[in-house]
């Protein structure tokens, strides 16, 4: 795929935005460029793999691949995102090496995830050699936007949107793909301070058959009810139970969930297919078992981790996701019940997380080769 490219008129001026990056906080300010790819279904294509069984096959082409200057989409009132939320997304970093190189962590992994979000959304796919390509020409063009200072990155954001013209319910016969970037800072300013956390009785975030495993908006949306609500009684962070009598932990609203035990076992909820199949939880459940952990992905229950703190079996619980990389959970709130997790200084989850910063940062050997360069 070939990508044209419109410079941006207008961009940023450099002692702007080395004021933007001293202090860039989180998702607030835009890099110059972004990056569009139109998708045009081929309709009688279509029907063709409809009628052979292949209800799900978006046949169509990709076209006009470009960077082009950051700023408004132009959509008709009647596009079918704005309407019927067909939206996707995916969320990776962008890391200055020492060398002053840039680099990723495991694109071709949040290249498949978008796939295989496309797939249940009824969204066509994109190859992933286009959406790895696509970072890296956005990085060509925007890498003076990657901050070097401690903790901080280039969060990118990949995301589809049906933008046919069109009221009737069925997949959109047009989509754009698109890359926007943003500085981040460091989350925690480099300390990790412990949150707390609300369980959510009153909401669900994800049910059985549903969207629980795409990265679709629309599930950010259905989790915001039960974060205010938290919220309002202090808590930082939500977790979503699976609404069966056992009560299985699923997730927070936008990370995974891990517990350490006494006996170092390091154990987080299996993937069900209501639970986003997070990479940050891929990567520690491999870095988990290079420390020797016994790694286990299996159902776990409120009552063990409420029980499991109580007796001390449970010494930490942490959640995590390419966003804040690990947080600890000091505390979780069920109504008025607390229970408060063991540890203060969360050991094993800041050993985990100096190999994971270790090795996206470059200051760690990449055994896996997970890291790819941009630019
Ligand atoms: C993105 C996301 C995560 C974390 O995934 P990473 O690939 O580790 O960033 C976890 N849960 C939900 C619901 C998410 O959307």
Known sequence: MEFQYQANPT????????????DPGFGQYFTDHMVTIEWTADVEGQNKAFEAGEYLNMVGDWSDARVEPFGPLSLSPAAAVLHYAQEIFEGLKAYRHDDGSVWTFRPYKNAARMNRSAHRMAMPQLPEEAFVKALEELM???????????????????????TEEFLGVRPARNFNFHVIASPAGN??????????????RDFARAGEGGTGAAKFGGNYAASLAAQLQGASRGHDQVIFLDRSPEDSLEELGGMNVFFVTKDNKLITPKLTGTILEGITRDSILQLGKDEGLDVQERSITFNEWKDGVASGDIQEVFACGTAAVITPI????????????????????NTLR?????????????IYGWMHRLA
Not at 11 to 22: F, G, Q, S, T
Not at 337 to 348: A, K, L, Y
């Open 11 to 22: 961009p940023l001026a450099e002692a702007d935005r080395a004021k933007v990056l001293a």
């Open 140 to 162: 060509a063009r925007d890498g003076a936007w990657v901050p070097n200072g401690e903790g901080q990155s280039l969060y990118l954001r990949p995301f589809m949107i049906a």
């Open 187 to 200: 989350y925690f300013g480099g300390e990790l301070k412990p949150v707390s956390i609300w369980v959510s």
């Open 330 to 349: 000091g505390q979780v709130a069920d109504l008025e019940e607390v229970h408060t997790t063991p540890s203060t200084d969360f050991p094993v989850a």
């Open 354 to 366: 100096n190999r994971l910063v270790g090795i996206q940062t470059g200051h760690e050997e990449d």
